[in-house]
């Protein structure tokens, strides 16, 4: 018995959708990677002119206790 025209029809039309919609799931992953990493940069880069801008002593503090803090984060 074979399977009438219009079934194999919706089969096919499923399979095509189903490849549109695993790229544009590709595609929406890539964006949000690269807004993510954006927002980082954006982030790190306000962090650092927060730090240049204060004077040199708190600087080097400030600096040294984050050091520690981050030595202390790998132990």
């Given at each position: 018995?074979?399977?009438?025209?219009?079934?194999?029809?919706?089969?096919?039309?499923v399979?095509?959708?189903?490849?549109?919609?695993?790229?544009?799931?590709?595609?929406?992953?890539?964006?949000?990677?690269?807004?993510?990493?954006?927002?980082?940069?954006?982030?790190?880069?306000?962090?650092?002119?927060?730090?240049?801008?204060?004077?040199?002593?708190?600087?080097?503090?400030?600096?040294?206790?984050?050091?520690?803090?981050?030595?202390?984060?790998?132990?």
């Open positions: 018995m074979a399977i009438p025209v219009h079934f194999r029809n919706m089969t096919w039309r399979n095509e959708a189903s490849k549109r919609v695993a790229a544009n799931h590709e595609i929406q992953r890539a964006i949000i990677r690269g807004q993510n990493r954006r927002q980082l940069q954006v982030e790190r880069s306000v962090i650092q002119s927060r730090i240049y801008r204060m004077h040199p002593g708190v600087r080097k503090v400030f600096l040294a206790s984050r050091l520690e803090k981050l030595k202390k984060q790998l132990n």
